[in-house]
T-cell receptor, first 115, second 112 residues
């Protein structure tokens, strides 16, 4: 089975530009998570969805960040306008509730650099 | 107090030694515990999960859980240089649905 798919793998943009990160979760998983990882702050949860519905977006740093999940197989994280401090690795992860396990499977990440 | 805390390290051990990684959590109602390994420049990868008190062994890895002390650990026996990575502890707190709380990670270096 394919794992979590993210695109692009690398993104370099200039301050003020819009950035859109994409994620395809593992088929059959009903939870989807967006994380940001930096050396300073570690792995931070930004937002997560259950059955395409946002459950907790308290980790979204500010209004410049938005996330959508229009269907079970696709989610986007958008930053508009982007700033240099948004430079980080953004991970998408998915999990399923059946079976009691809550283990999350991570995608390869998108390395974002904002100049 | 953070929900999940790990000894920050870095931890350095010689090849063949036992590496011990520790994690404490705040919620007594927590039920599920996970250890992830993250190589530099890669994504976190699940290596162990544990749900009951006691030890769980998988090859060279042993996870230990003590719910009374709110403590979970990972032992790596016969450490190899390929074990050099950051190890993240993750906990499903009792009050949450679906979400895992991650520690900051412990960087492990195994030197030959």
């Amino acid at each position: 089975d394919a794992g979590v798919i993210q695109s692009p793998r690398h993104e370099v943009t200039e301050m003020g530009q819009e950035v859109t990160l994409r994620c395809k979760p593992i088929s059959g998983h009903d939870y989807l998570f967006w994380y940001r990882q930096t050396m300073m702050r570690g792995l931070e949860l930004l937002i997560y969805f259950n059955n395409n519905v946002p459950i907790d977006d308290s980790g979204m740093p500010e209004d410049r960040f938005s996330a959508k999940m229009p269907n079970a197989s696709f989610s986007t994280l958008k930053i508009q306008p982007s700033e240099p401090r948004d430079s980080a690795v953004y991970f998408c992860a998915s999990s399923k509730t059946s079976g009691g396990d809550r283990e999350q499977f991570f995608g390869p990440g998108t390395r974002l650099t904002v100049l | 107090q953070k929900e999940v805390e790990q000894n920050s390290g870095p931890l350095s051990v010689p090849e063949g030694a036992i590496a011990s990684l520790n994690c404490t959590y705040s919620d007594r109602g927590s039920q599920s515990f996970f250890w992830y390994r993250q190589y530099s420049g890669k994504s976190p990868e699940l290596i162990m999960s544990i749900y009951s008190n006691g030890d769980k062994e998988d090859g060279r890895f042993t996870a230990q859980l003590n719910k009374a002390s709110q403590y979970v650990s990972l032992l790596i026996r016969d450490s190899q240089p390929s074990d050099s990575a950051t190890y993240l502890c993750a906990v499903k707190l009792g009050s949450t649905l679906g979400r895992l709380y991650f520690g900051r990670g412990t960087q492990l270096t195994v030197w030959p």
